[in-house]
Nanobody
Framework: QVQLVESGGGLVQAGGSLRLSCAAS????????MGWFRQAPGKEREFVAL????????YYAASVKGRFTISRDIAKNTVYLQMNSLKSEDAAVYYC?????????????????WGQGTQVAVSS
């Protein structure tokens, strides 16, 4: 069982930065692929980024590649999403999720555990 709690959301100006955190509980956290997803009002939830169990492999959606960085600190049971050069279209509720699968795990159904989400707003 894995429990996830996101934090770090807020209001930022376009071009600014935010760092989201996802604190995980559960003894097997280190064995999970961790992902970030987001859902904007009126839109479906979409994949943003993932990091493998070791932190050595990452994968990004094309819309955020080069601006966002995902990382994990296994000792702290925490996953981070550093978001730079934020745009208005990045505004959404961001969710952290955990999957037992490996590789480019971008489908929602492959993630068994989800956090409650944290709101990111971007002002122009």
């Amino acid at each position: 069982q894995v429990q996830l709690v996101e934090s770090g959301g807020g209001l930022v100006q376009a071009g600014g930065s935010l760092r989201l955190s996802c604190a995980a509980s559960g003894r097997t956290f280190s064995s999970y692929t961790m992902g970030w997803f987001r859902q904007a009002p009126g839109k479906e939830r979409e994949f943003v980024a993932l990091v493998d169990w070791s932190g050595g492999s990452t994968y990004y959606a094309a819309s955020v590649k080069g601006r966002f960085t995902i990382s994990r600190d296994i000792a702290k049971n925490t996953v981070y999403l550093q978001m730079n050069s934020l745009k208005s279209e990045d505004a959404a509720v961001y969710y952290c999720a955990a999957s037992r699968q490996i590789g480019h795990v971008i489908a929602e159904y492959t993630y068994a555990y989800w956090g409650q989400g944290t709101q990111v707003a971007v002002s122009s």
